[in-house]
């Protein structure tokens, strides 16, 4: 989950110590490595110039005394001198101006509404008039406010290699300022010295960019490893204290600019109110930056703390249309990433729609200045009405569409905005629909409405967030039909809009007081519906009297055809390949791709994916190694993997479509181990090649999860306490049965309900777990079909 700025919390069991006091921590000091401020030429330990500069991040200065608690990294090792030499502006305008003037940067101070400082864009740039000793802080001021030079290059070095290094320097900083040395068990102190120890290695090695690029996998169990160690030694300390707190953190820190944006208004002591970017169709020397700073005489509540829109170089450069195009190419990318294929109809259709929706959230008004905090703010209503044959991919969309939008919003204008999700079936009889979507007093209860409410803004956020509402299997619009279209949209109509009576179509004006009881007029909720039927006309107008359904836009979903499923193939493979980082410069693709639903074809390119970046790490020897041909020989049924001018690795179908080598061989070393421990026995000796290869698979993510079945309880026992027995790798203390024990719990559960998937999330970020379930009836064995088919902890109301 991403936590937005606002959530910061003060942790009421630590205690910081006054500058004065000096103790003795019982755990190690932090480790000393060199400051890397000036160290940014391109020659200096292979660095290139983009990622020298993200390693100022990760900059710490010896500690004065060995026994004495240093936080691993000093705010004055990371900033240069020049911004700090003059001491702190504190929210002081004229100190502020006088730094960035200091620095040559063209700036002005406005008077009206409120006192400002404004920057000019045009002298956002290095030139030959800088003086040598105020470089380093040019460079810091520009990367800053996103304008420079590199910029992007960047930004793309924080993003892939030292964003998840940097959070965690910055997390187990935080954990030892605010803990003694009585609160700090010694465990948790050794597990925070190695984690330090793994990022200070990384400024004295000669290859930084593979030394980054090797502990950025590792650090969620790191987290996840500190965060379970300290909250089972401490009582005091609550686990979901500490994940808000790095989930804070990773939101503070999301792009580069931002991080150097904390250490400046930490070091200043300063809290900006708002940044906003002037543009100028005339003339480009007046385009401006105005920063507005916090002022308690005219603010009635001091700002929450600063943090710019993460596509803050797009936005002072191209401005608000460029960042949603961008919005809209990355949010196909993002469906695509989750194994869902948009046809061309499809984005024809939609991308209209997620445009003005974009737009409304990042401005207004196009002509008015634009907002440089990060935000995102609807006002245009977003609804589609998704028709078409069962199997059609409706369903999907609308489950990967959530995350989708969620990655997109975090990815560009505001990380700590979190997009959640309630599915409400609609295919029952009308007067169970009726009782769901009843309205009650203030809501308090069980009813769709309050659940749909309670998900937009929960608890743990501090600003308002979205919610995908899934509205799905509307009936058809058949007169004596139970349920009907037209009786199930006047219903949706009714309640959505606050309005407790039977729809009547002569009733236009709203009740007193129906706003308030109602949720129609607010565009932070995006309905999806979908249905095997077309919207008909008279259903389509109920609806349209609410704003929400305003314009809902009807949208036929057809099966991916022949051509699109193998550019999708070619698109997929290449996509899965990128994220497990191997390089692909050429791929040749020529395997059956089938018809109709898409998920077997997703299964079958993740397991090919895994063969290829087994070979491609196997094979670096090899200048074309790059180069991959995969064929399919249709007499043998045999699927082909050739990298570059290796020798082919052949591949066969087993009786459950997985893909298996031939002869067999084994990638993963810790498959190696498990299997020579269950080779010679004989529950497993018919099996044991199989099961060797979904290990590989599970080992590598490449199927999430992997699934072995088996009708022999013994054969399934022993295989979980092998596999649990292994460094890494959690199980849950006993079988799960379905028939007894949730699966997952639905909205209206409580908090504390036990059930499978927060047992395996327990378990931390990342990691490996093994879980034994016993379906003996067919019931049970549906019930599993929650974890992997529905969204999970989403649904409003499960069935009977």
């Not at 959505?496 to 932070?524: H, L, M, Q, V, Y």
């Not at 349209?544 to 991916?560: D, E, G, S, Y």
Request: with cysteine; hydrophobic share 35%; glycine share 4%.
């Amino acid at each position: 989950t991403t936590v937005s700025e606002g959530s910061r919390i003060n942790i009421i069991f630590f205690t910081t110590m006054p500058p004065s006091e000096t103790v003795v921590d019982k755990a190690a000091p932090s480790p000393k490595r060199q400051k890397v401020v000036d160290d940014i030429s391109p020659k200096a330990h292979n660095k290139p110039p983009g990622f020298a500069e993200c390693l100022t991040l990760l900059a710490t200065s010896p500690s004065s005394s060995s026994s004495s608690v240093q936080p691993p990294s000093s705010i004055a090792d990371c900033i240069p001198a020049t911004i700090i030499s003059d001491g702190k502006v504190r929210n002081d305008l004229k100190k502020l101006l006088s730094l960035f003037s200091k620095h040559n940067f063209r700036t002005s101070v406005v008077k009206s509404p409120r006192a400002a400082l404004s920057i000019y864009k045009d002298s956002c740039t290095l030139t030959d008039n800088d003086d040598a000793s105020i470089h380093d802080g040019k460079n810091f001021l520009l990367s800053m406010v996103g304008m420079h030079p590199l910029q992007n290059e960047i930004e793309s070095y924080y993003a892939t290699h030292v964003k998840d290094v940097y959070s965690l320097l910055l997390f187990t900083n935080r954990l030892r300022r605010v803990s003694t040395s009585s609160s700090l068990p010694d465990e948790v102190a050794t597990l925070i010295s190695k984690a330090e120890l793994s990022v200070a290695s990384i400024c004295d090695d000669a290859e930084p960019v593979t030394a980054c690029s090797h502990l950025t996998p590792n650090v969620a169990q790191l987290v996840a490893e500190i965060v379970s160690v300290y909250s089972t030694l401490d009582h005091r300390v609550r686990k979901e204290q500490l994940e808000r707190e790095y989930d804070r953190i990773i939101t503070h820190n999301a792009t580069f600019a931002n991080a150097r944006l904390q250490l400046f208004l930490e070091a200043h002591s300063l809290d900006i109110k708002e940044v906003y970017f002037k543009r100028s169709a005339h003339e480009a020397k007046y385009e401006r930056i105005t920063i507005y700073v916090y002022d308690p005489d005219i603010d009635l509540l001091k700002p929450p703390r600063l943090t710019f829109l993460p596509c803050l170089s797009l936005a002072l450069k191209a401005g608000p249309a460029a960042i949603v195009k961008d919005m809209v190419q990355h949010f196909w990318k993002s469906l695509l990433k989750r194994g869902y294929f948009v046809t061309k109809g499809i984005e024809e259709n939609v991308v209209g729609e997620l445009e003005k929706f974009f737009l409304s959230g990042v401005c207004r008004d196009v002509n008015l200045p634009l907002l440089l905090n990060a935000h995102f703010d609807p006002q245009y209503p977003l609804s589609f009405y998704l028709y078409g044959k069962a199997g059609s991919g409706k369903s999907s969309f609308v489950r990967q569409f959530s995350p989708a939008l969620n990655e997109t919003i975090s990815h560009h204008v505001d990380p700590g905005v979190l997009v959640r999700f309630v599915k409400q079936n609609l295919n029952k009889h009308q007067k169970d629909l009726a009782l769901e979507f009843e309205l009650r007093p203030n809501n308090n209860d069980l009813s769709v409405m309050s659940l749909i409410q309670g998900r937009r803004m929960t608890l743990t956020q501090t600003k308002p967030g979205l919610v995908v509402v899934g509205l799905e299997e509307i009936a058809s619009h058949s007169e004596d039909g139970d349920p009907n279209q037209l009786e199930t949209c006047q219903l949706i109509s009714q309640r959505f809009g606050g309005r407790k009576g039977s729809f009547n179509e002569k009733e236009t004006k709203a009740p007193r007081n129906s706003a308030k009881r109602g949720i129609s007029g607010d565009a932070s909720l995006i309905t999806l519906f979908t249905s095997n039927y077309p919207l008909e006309t008279l259903c389509q107008s109920a609806l349209q009297r609410l704003h929400m359904f305003q314009n809902i836009k009807a949208v036929v979903i057809t099966p991916v055809d022949q051509s699109d499923r193998i550019k999708f193939a070619k698109t997929y493979l290449t996509q899965c390949l990128t994220s497990s980082k191997t390089k692909i410069t050429d791929l040749n693709l020529d395997i059956p791709v089938g018809s109709g639903d898409t998920r077997p074809l997703v299964r079958e390119l993740r397991m090919l994916s895994f063969f290829i970046s087994a070979l491609s790490k196997q094979d670096t020897a090899n200048d074309d190694a790059n180069c991959v041909q995969i064929s399919h020989n249709d007499n043998t049924n045999v699927i082909s993997v050739t990298i570059g001018s290796s020798q082919p690795l052949h591949l066969q179908r087993d009786d459950f479509n997985n893909l298996h080598p031939v002869p067999s061989r084994v990638f993963d070393s810790r498959t190696t181990a498990i299997v020579s421990q269950l080779e010679n026995n004989p529950l497993f000796q018919k099996h044991i090649a199989s099961l060797s290869h979904i290990l590989d698979y599970y080992f590598a993510r490449a199927l999430a999860p992997a699934v072995i079945v088996s009708s022999d309880p013994a054969l399934i026992s022993t295989l979980c306490s092998t596999l649990a027995a292994q460094p890494k790798i959690h199980s849950l203390s006993a079988p799960v049965d379905p028939s007894t024990y949730k699966i997952m719990k639905s909205l209206y559960d409580p908090e504390n309900t036990p059930n499978l998937r927060d047992d395996i999330i327990s378990k931390g970020r990342g990691a490996n777990v093994v879980v034994e379930i016993c379906c003996d009836t067919v019931d049970s064995q549906l019930c599993i079909r929650e974890i992997i088919e529905d969204t999970p902890s989403m649904t409003a109301f499960s069935s009977e």
